[in-house]
C-alpha cells in the first residue's frame, strides 16, 4: 500500500519566493496533518484537517503560511513569501478517525525545505 | 514550559544493552501515549501506543505510563544496531492532534 506521499522532497528557494509543498494521504483516511520539525523545536502541528475541512490552525506562524485540502486526496501548503527561518522539515501525516487505529497517525518521508 | 520534555541525547549504547528513554509532562488531560521512532531522513513511525495508565509490551519494547507522576517509558531491551535512531514520545487529551516531545537519539554501537 502506498503510503503518505509528499513533493518535493527537497527544495531551496531563495527567500521571497513561494513554496508550495504537496501531499496525498493514504487513501481511505479522512484527518490530515502538516507539522514542522527543527532541531530547535522539534515536531510542531501546523494544521489539521478533519474529512477536508480545517480544525485547527493554531499552530500556523503567521499569515506567510497558508494551507487548503480541496479534495480528500491532496492538500497545499503554501509560504508566501518564503524566509531563512521557514528552513525546516515539513510533514504530512494522515490518520483514519474512526476504526481501531483512530490515533495511529502515518507520516510522508518529509520536505526539506532551505530558504536562502 | 513546554507541555511536553524529553532529552534530546544523544544517548549511546552497547549492542545488548537495556535503554531506557523518557518524558515527562505537564497536562494532566493527557489521556493517549505514544513512542514513534524516526529513522534520519524519514518521517516517523509509530512504534507503541498505550492509553491511560499501565505498561504494554511488543517484543523487546515496553511503554510505560505512569499518570500520577506525568512520566513514560520506553525500554528496549537487547538493543540492536538498527535500534539507533531518533525516538519522540508523543501524547493527546482526545484522539486528534498529538503533541511531540523533541525526541531522544539513540545510538547502539556494536
Known amino acids: 500500500d502506498a503510503g503518505v506521499i509528499q513533493s518535493p522532497r527537497h527544495e531551496v528557494t531563495e527567500m521571497g519566493q513561494e513554496v508550495t509543498l504537496r501531499c496525498k494521504p493514504i487513501?481511505?483516511?479522512?484527518?490530515l496533518f502538516w507539522y514542522r520539525q527543527t532541531m530547535m523545536r522539534g515536531l510542531e502541528l501546523l494544521i489539521y484537517?478533519?474529512?477536508?475541512?480545517?480544525?485547527?490552525d493554531s499552530g500556523m506562524p503567521e499569515d506567510r503560511f497558508s494551507a487548503k485540502m480541496p479534495n480528500a486526496s491532496f492538500s497545499t501548503l503554501k509560504i508566501q513569501p518564503s524566509e531563512p527561518r521557514d528552513s525546516a522539515v515539513y510533514f504530512c501525516?494522515?490518520?483514519?478517525?474512526?476504526?481501531?487505529?483512530?490515533?495511529?497517525?502515518?507520516f510522508g518521508e518529509g520536505s526539506w525545505l532551505t530558504v536562502v | 514550559q513546554k507541555e511536553v520534555e524529553q532529552d534530546p541525547g544523544p544517548l549511546s549504547v552497547p549492542e545488548g544493552a537495556i535503554v531506557s528513554l523518557n518524558c515527562t509532562y505537564s497536562?494532566?488531560?493527557?489521556?493517549?501515549f505514544m513512542w514513534y521512532r524516526q529513522y534520519s531522513r524519514k518521517g516517523p513511525e509509530l512504534l507503541m501506543y498505550?492509553?491511560?495508565?499501565g505498561n504494554k509490551e511488543d517484543g523487546r519494547f515496553t511503554a510505560q505510563v505512569d499518570k500520577s507522576s506525568k512520566y513514560i517509558s520506553l525500554f528496549i531491551r537487547d538493543s540492536q544496531p538498527s535500534d539507533s535512531a531518533t525516538y519522540l514520545c508523543?501524547?493527546?487529551?482526545?484522539?486528534?492532534?498529538?503533541?511531540f516531545g523533541t525526541g531522544t537519539r539513540l545510538q547502539v554501537f556494536p
Open positions: 498505550t492509553y491511560s495508565s
Open positions: 501525516a494522515s490518520r483514519q478517525l474512526q476504526g481501531g487505529s483512530g490515533n495511529t497517525i502515518y
Open positions: 497536562n494532566s488531560a493527557f489521556q493517549y
Open positions: 484537517f478533519n474529512n477536508n475541512v480545517p480544525i485547527d
Open positions: 487513501s481511505g483516511h479522512n484527518s
Open positions: 508523543a501524547m493527546s487529551p482526545r484522539t486528534d492532534k498529538l503533541i
